[in-house]
């Protein structure tokens, strides 16, 4: 008995300290968030990236199946599940959204990416136990640069261009994220989609419309906007509050 007490007396101890030195990083100030870091393997995850890639927006990868029935439905009238459609998950995380569209167009192309090579483990893994690896793919990818102009009938950013560490509405968002980054990473997904193609956004901290690429896109739906997801301007600047409430989300591109 006392060898095995020494030993999770040992252990705390361990956990302790590490959690005392992962507290004193950018990002993880508070011990309960870094005893979170040490057991759940989502939160080491989303911390590597963090550290480790440029192209990254939304380091979490939450997710749950059918999270915006609403939006899909819209865009599965619009698009119609035509013969020969072709999608894109971007920021795909462990394949929830792909796995939800793929019943929503049965008929359609599927193509997941992420900047998490585990997560994308994990996609390739739960597609191949549903057998449809032969219309549904994966890449581990942080922008779309490497896809063909005009190449996809719809484009999905789900909660992507945002980060949590904004949640609190900090009066500049540039020490976490950058209009400019956004902008660059929003056009090379608005030059993969079709002329008459969808490009779906939700819960993004900035606003679409503010992009030269934008010009090309009508609007086709507006949602209220998340209390977690505030809005920022060209400049990083906080949006005044009577600009919060609404959210543009589904764009139809016209040219």
């Known amino acids: 008995m006392q060898g095995r007490s020494d030993q999770a007396t040992r252990s705390r101890s361990w956990l302790g300290r590490t959690a005392d030195r992962l ?3 950018r990002g993880y100030a508070r011990p309960g968030r870094a005893l979170l870091l040490l057991r759940d393997s989502e939160a080491r995850e ?29 865009a599965k009238r619009t698009l119609a599940d035509r013969p020969g459609l072709s999608l894109l998950s971007f920021g795909c995380s ?9 019943r929503l167009f049965p008929a359609a192309r599927i193509t997941g990416v992420d ?29 779309a640069e490497d896809f063909q102009p005009a190449c ?8 992507v261009f945002r980060h949590g560490d904004l949640n609190a509405a900090p009066p500049r968002c540039d020490h976490r994220l950058d ?20 490009l ?3 819960h993004a901290n900035f606003r679409f419309a503010d992009t030269e690429a934008a010009r090309d896109f009508d609007v086709l739906d507006t949602r209220p906007r998340g209390v977690d997801s505030p809005l920022y301007d060209r400049t990083n600047c906080l949006f005044p509050p009577e600009l919060q409430e609404k959210e543009a989300v589904i764009f139809r591109r016209h040219a």
Request: charged share 25%.
């Open 179 to 198: 209009f400019a980054d956004f902008e660059r990473a929003v056009t090379d997904l608005a030059r993969c989609v079709k002329t008459g193609g969808l």
């Open 94 to 102: 462990v394949g929830d959204e792909v796995l939800t569209l793929a």
């Open 23 to 25: 507290a004193r990083i």
């Open 115 to 143: 900047i998490s090579a585990a997560r994308i483990a994990e996609c390739r893994r739960r597609i191949a136990a549903i057998g449809e690896e032969d219309r549904i793919d994966f890449a581990v990818a942080g922008s």
């Open 152 to 159: 996809f009938d719809a484009v999905f950013a789900m909660s």
């Open 46 to 74: 989303a911390f590597r990236l963090t550290w480790s890639s440029a192209n990254l927006f939304q380091p979490h990868g939450d997710t749950i199946a059918d999270r915006y029935p609403v939006i899909f439905a819209r």
């Open 200 to 202: 779906l956004l939700r």
